[in-house]
């Protein structure tokens, strides 16, 4: 008797296994089913030796994608086609450069983009152009070469040579016998001049501590001040809260007085009017009274018994 098979169960498994050789495979290729990409065309100048299928492009150093495609441009082989495919969305603007970058000892080579401003349109295919096209700039590796080949070159030697040949010029005229002269003199002048110095070499070092310890002295003032500030300005604040309560009875002192007197205003015109006229009266009549009292004592000294007999009559002349 035949076992029964489940074709259900050993179809689902197939698919099942299918599936999963599919997306590893998918996963492995490293293709455009892992992701939204746009694809961009970008054409080196130099050799991009390092860089291979599948190697990173980076946008200001965060990776945005991946190398698709490197060939040589059909219609010019002095420059190498690169295909780019970068994720949806990155900021791919009209000034945008795409540089290699050689990472480390390693010679494996990136596509780090550089620039693109925000004013810059999006970078879009022209007509004629299947993808659009991205700008390239020199690598440094590029520009050095290019800078020690133009150095190596024979015009770049020759040019070296007239430098050389000027410089030593210059030296050999800065040193003819006048300027030798001038130099040794210098020499000789710095010779005593250091003499000079290590003979007062004492003076010096005491100038020094003497220095040091003024700043030491000036450290330790500083610090006394720093602590004795607080408390000084703790006196003056205390000063100035009194002042200003100095300053609001001195306020209200006034305020009250200057309530006193006009409350006390119609007395003081009425002193004015009546008081002072009658009180200027009576001094004078005790004006008067003081003068005929004091004539009566004069008289009194003079005859004290008219006080009791009265005055005597004056003697009369001859002839009355």
Do not use: C
């Amino acid at each position: 008797m035949e076992p029964k098979v489940n074709y259900i169960l050993v179809g689902s498994f197939v698919a099942f296994l299918g599936a999963a050789v599919l997306v590893g495979i998918l996963w492995l290729g490293k293709t455009d089913y892992r992701g939204s990409y746009d694809r961009y065309e970008a054409y080196m100048k130099e050799s991009v030796a390092g860089l291979s299928v599948d190697s990173t492009v980076k946008y200001r150093g965060v990776d945005v994608g991946r190398v698709r495609d490197i060939a040589l441009r059909p219609d010019n082989p002095e420059e190498v086609l690169l295909i780019l495919d970068i994720a949806r969305g990155t900021p791919i603007k009209t000034d945008t450069l795409a540089v290699l970058e050689t990472q480390g000892l390693t010679g494996l080579a990136t596509v780090n983009l550089t620039g693109g401003s925000r004013e810059a349109p999006a970078l879009v295919a022209v007509e004629g152009q299947m993808y659009p096209v991205i700008k390239t700039g020199p690598s440094l590796f590029f520009r050095l070469d290019e800078a020690v080949s133009r150095l190596l070159s024979e015009e770049g030697l020759a040019q070296l040579i007239v430098h050389l040949d000027s410089a030593a010029v210059g030296v050999t005229k800065m040193l003819d016998e006048e300027n030798q002269t001038l130099l040794k003199r210098t020499i000789k002048d710095l010779s005593d001049v250091a003499q000079t110095i290590a003979a007062h070499r004492t003076q010096i070092d005491q100038s020094l501590n003497g220095a040091a310890k003024g700043a030491d002295n000036l450290v330790k003032l500083t610090a006394s001040l720093n602590a004795q500030v607080p408390t000084l300005l703790a006196g003056i604040n205390k000063s100035v809260v009194a002042l200003d309560r100095a300053t609001e009875e001195l306020a209200k002192t006034s305020k009250t007085v200057g309530t006193v007197v006009n409350e006390s205003k119609p007395e003081l015109q009425q002193f004015t009017k009546r008081t002072l006229p009658e009180a200027g009266l009576l001094v004078t009549e005790l004006r008067q009274l003081t003068g005929t009292l004091t004539r009566v004592a004069r008289e009194l000294e003079r005859e004290p018994s008219s006080l009791v007999f009265g005055r005597k009559a004056q003697p009369r002349g001859p002839g009355e």
